[in-house]
């Protein structure tokens, strides 16, 4: 096979880049992931790591107040080839939902079984509508068998004509989804981890017991499993281009813009928190956001 959906996502989230990100009004809480002149990967997953960036200025999008001077964030030679950012992009809101899932399913702070949730995603440039299965018993960890053959339509309304019913289970993974620390105090530690194993049509039969412990996961080896961590970097506003505004909810929440809008003044997101994570969410384009790149091939 090629890929598996979360190897698509980048390592790291997006930090530095001054003249395009904002940085929080309390000194004593700004980094130089949000002050250095040039854009990079962060250099660790620690919650004060990530730059923010509104949507204005991650699409090249001119607004009076938030990127007068309509700056580009991928016009940036971080982008270009020869450098760390070259081959990135940023996401769909239905890559996100390939990460994250849509209309809240991926519940760890409480109990939740979601058979068969079709859910239309996209990685990799494929778009596709797959059955996907969650369960919780709400101990901090959500399991799921993603990727599945298709029984309905999507979730989300999104047209079959762009994301057809998949057919086969040539894409099943075994998905964990682990809060990692309370995700309920300011901290600069607390994340959720995504853990990935891929089974295809040998785990077609597969109950979601069989994968619901972490004794099945200790078996697997380490080679065979993709992980992705995200911090809970929280959010600013307001976040002018090269502004400052009030930092909120790090170690509380985690932000990840896509490039999917909404309305005029609002675009798609996915967040997560101490409860739950999703890609059904929506806020102003003028917050300020983590960035999580996802590879375009």
């Not at 996907?132 to 079959?160: E, H, I």
């Not at 990935?196 to 412990?213: F, Q």
């Not at 909120?248 to 798609?268: L, Q």
Request: proline share 5%; charged share 15%.
């Amino acid at each position: 096979i090629w890929k598996l959906p979360l190897e698509y996502v980048a390592e790291f989230n997006l930090a530095g880049g001054a003249q395009y990100g904002s940085r929080p009004n309390t000194p004593s809480l700004v980094t130089s992931a949000q002050t250095d002149a040039d854009l990079r990967w962060a250099t660790s997953h620690n919650n004060d790591q990530s730059g923010y960036y509104n949507w204005y200025v991650c699409k090249g999008t001119y607004d009076a107040t938030y990127n007068p001077s309509t700056k580009n964030l991928f016009s940036d030679v971080f982008f270009t080839p020869g450098h760390p950012g070259h081959g990135y992009h940023l996401p769909s809101r239905w890559e996100l939902t390939s990460v994250f899932s849509y209309n809240y399913r991926v519940y760890y702070g409480s109990s939740g079984n979601y058979p068969n949730i079709n859910e239309a995603c996209e990685f990799g440039g494929i778009k596709k509508t797959f059955a996907n299965d969650y369960f919780s018993t709400g101990n901090g960890t959500c399991y799921a068998l993603r990727f599945k053959q298709a029984t309905g339509n999507p979730n989300d309304g999104s047209p079959l004509t762009d994301f057809p019913q998949a057919t086969d289970n040539s894409m099943l993974c075994a998905y964990r989804y682990r809060r990692v620390g309370s995700l309920s105090s300011n901290n600069n530690t607390d994340h959720l981890e995504i853990d990935c194993v891929y089974l295809g049509e040998a785990g077609a039969s597969m109950p979601i017991a069989t994968i619901s412990n972490d004794s099945w996961w200790s078996s697997q080896p380490s080679a065979n499993i993709v992980t992705r961590i995200f911090p809970a970097a929280g959010y600013i506003y307001p976040a002018a281009v090269s502004g400052s505004g009030a930092l909120n909810y790090r170690g509380n929440f985690g932000y990840c813009w896509s490039g999917t809008e909404y309305d005029s003044s609002h675009a798609w997101h996915a967040n997560f928190h101490s409860n739950y994570a999703s890609a059904n969410y929506w806020d102003n384009k003028s917050y300020g956001f983590a960035v999580r790149l996802f590879a375009s091939e």
